[in-house]
């Protein structure tokens, strides 16, 4: 079977100005120094134009650290790619934004730590909440879709109803109520970021409101925490099946967190044809298909809707990237995921079970004033 990327997700520098208690790279960062030049990122976006890639992501870290970010937008537009541009804003002042518009720049998303200053400046570990409501009216002058992202968690789901306020506040086109999944930092941090069953239900019922009333306003995508779900997710969409993710030093991954996985050798741009990874190297082949499951996932009829889960999810919790994803209530180790479930303090509990773990930047990060 042959498979077709869409999207490429190019993490193009690991710096960032923010510490996010629940960042999604991986505890060990890649430095200044390790990440690919400007004409090594070009050469990748022709190759994935070629392979069928439709989207381009430029995320980090922080995109907008690097100096040729501009050149970079340009560069996807020309390879025929969609650019969307994930930031945190700090550091895109008008004249920048106006740059990357005229490089070509689709769609920005911008992220939210909480509606209010004081606790989303405590999740982001810096100073950056008035900088963004400042970037969203800029963003508003300009036309290209804007999307909100709002990563939330059992500290700031009480306040979701203000969240959505803001969204309306701001005229985002579309809004992504982003529960954090737990790898990377968010693992570090999972016994203060865990939400209860209830935060759950009562998320879902505060955004299909909010969808209801906002129909034809602004649309809202949400992800839940799947601890809390009956069947796992289907992790990217399939374990290298329909996008691919880069990482700053060229090293190509089918997820965010694929690197936990031991005994597997993610190859790099710079030594593989990016066509020749996607379709042949052995990381891409290893959890395609269904030769490679478990009981009861290779039996099951949900095989081809879930793909056996998230691999991640399954090492982190039993050591073995083969098992069925824990989430998953006919799995053998479900269990595993009941008792870190049973852990989580009550949600009107807001005392700090310990205290936060903050994303430790790379070298050669500028660092914004710190929180506390």
């Given at each position: 079977m042959s498979f077709v990327p869409h999207a490429l997700i190019a993490e193009v520098t690991h710096r960032c100005p923010l510490r996010c208690v629940y960042c999604s790279n991986p505890t060990q960062m890649?430095?200044?120094?390790?990440e690919l030049s400007t004409e090594e990122w070009q050469r990748v976006f022709g190759e994935a134009a070629g392979l069928g890639v439709l989207q381009l992501h430029l995320t980090g870290g922080e995109p907008l650290a690097r100096p040729d970010t501009e050149q970079l937008v340009k560069s996807g537009r020309a390879a025929g790619l969609y650019v969307n541009l994930i930031t945190s804003g700090i550091g895109l002042g008008e004249a920048r934004l106006e740059a990357l518009v005229n490089a070509g720049l689709d769609h920005v998303q911008l992220s939210f730590q909480d509606a209010g200053q004081l606790q989303a400046d405590e999740i982001a570990g810096t100073r950056a909440h008035a900088a963004k409501l400042e970037l969203a009216q800029r963003i508003r002058k300009h036309r290209i879709a804007f999307t909100m992202n709002i990563v939330v968690h059992r500290r700031n789901l009480a306040r979701l109803p203000q969240m959505i306020a803001l969204a309306e506040e701001l005229q985002v086109g579309k809004l992504e109520v982003a529960n954090v999944q737990y790898y990377?930092?968010?693992?570090?941090?999972?016994?203060q970021l865990l939400?209860?069953?209830?935060?759950v239900h009562q998320t879902i019922a505060i955004v299909d409101a909010a969808r209801e009333r906002l129909?034809?306003?602004?649309?809202?995508?949400?992800?839940?925490?799947?601890?809390?779900?009956?069947?796992?997710?289907?992790?990217?969409?399939?374990?290298?099946?329909?996008l691919m993710l880069i990482d700053p030093a060229g090293v190509v991954l089918p997820c965010h967190a694929a690197r936990v996985i031991p005994g597997l050798n993610f190859d790099n741009v710079r030594s593989h044809p990016l066509r020749?990874?996607?379709?042949?190297?052995?990381?891409?082949q290893r959890f395609r298909g269904d030769q490679w499951m478990q009981e009861p996932c290779r039996s099951c009829d949900r095989k081809t809707r879930d793909f056996g889960g998230c691999r991640c999810q399954a090492f982190l919790y039993t050591g073995d990237a083969d098992a069925t994803d824990p989430v998953c209530s006919l799995a053998p180790q479900r269990g595993l995921i009941d008792a870190v479930i049973a852990s989580v303090a009550p949600a009107e509990d807001a005392s700090r079970t310990a205290p936060w773990i903050y994303r430790i930047n790379p070298a050669n990060t500028p660092a914004r004033t710190p929180i506390g």
């Open positions: 890649r430095s200044r120094s390790e990377g930092w968010a693992f570090e941090n999972r016994s939400p209860t069953r209830e935060q129909k034809g306003r602004m649309r809202i995508d949400c992800v839940l925490p799947d601890y809390y779900a009956r069947f796992p997710k289907p992790c990217m969409g399939g374990w290298g099946q329909g020749w990874i996607w379709e042949e190297s052995a990381a891409f």
